[in-house]
């Protein structure tokens, strides 16, 4: 597993697929770019879980946090959040 770490520089919403895609890193032009989706094959749990990563990562952005997203090495999907003080 890799984990990124850094501001919510940006993101992008798109409630209708359920994608929320954010660039996490020291500077606008330093940033990695990740994405959260939910699947129609989520279970409950699962979906309520990429819900709250979002809304977590909305926040974080708005509050200007850091984050340390967890993602597979050489995949782009968060598969777990932190937000720091």
Same mark, same amino acid.
């Given at each position: 597993m890799a984990t990124t770490t850094?501001?919510?520089?940006?993101?992008?919403l798109?409630?209708?697929?359920g994608l929320?895609?954010?660039w996490i890193g020291p500077s606008p032009t330093n940033a990695t770019v990740l994405f959260v989706i939910r699947k129609a094959a989520d279970s409950v749990q699962v979906g309520q879980l990429? #819900? $709250?990563?979002m809304d977590g990562i909305v926040s974080a952005h708005v509050a200007r946090r850091e984050v #340390? $997203?967890?993602h597979a090495s050489g995949d782009s999907e968060i598969t777990?959040?932190?937000?720091g003080p």
């Open positions: 850094g501001i919510v520089q940006k993101l992008t798109d409630p209708a697929s929320c895609c954010t990429k #819900t $709250a990563m #340390t $997203a967890t777990s959040l932190g937000i």
